[in-house]
């Protein structure tokens, strides 16, 4: 599977931006799509995640987008989205998009992603 994302730039904090990431090679609508995101000096971490349809489709979030951030996927175009509102500074990242077929307890841990996209660098700007 190849994972390209897209969508990140320059934003005013209190901004919305919405990333993208279109998956060839694989079969997308069985897939768990993710976004991770990695802020200068810091690990990576968990963003958001969507599970495949097989397995309800539901959503997660961490707690520092929870309500800010809303993500989606379109399985007739093979691509998930990341709709980001009131961005903020500490929102500063590079933004990753991996897939992956993780149990449900293990859905934040990067490891447990096969396939990983290039990056999108999103910058919040005060």
């Known amino acids: 599977v190849q994972l390209q994302a897209s969508g990140g730039g320059l934003v005013r904090a209190g901004g919305s931006r919405r990333l993208s990431c279109a998956a060839s090679g694989g079969t997308f609508s069985s897939l768990t799509m993710a976004w991770f995101r990695q802020s200068p000096g810091k690990e990576r971490e968990f963003v958001s995640v969507i599970r495949s349809n097989g397995n309800s489709g539901r959503t997660y979030y961490s707690d520092s987008v929870k309500g800010r951030f809303t993500i989606s996927r379109d399985n007739a175009k093979n691509t998930v989205y990341l709709q980001m509102s009131s961005l903020k500074p500490e929102d500063t990242a590079v933004y990753y998009c991996?897939?992956?077929?993780?149990?449900?307890?293990?859905?934040?841990?990067?490891?447990?992603?096969?396939?990983w996209g290039q990056g999108t660098l999103v910058t919040v700007s005060s």
């Open positions: 991996a897939a992956g077929t993780p149990i449900l307890s293990a859905l934040r841990f990067e490891s447990m992603y096969k396939h």
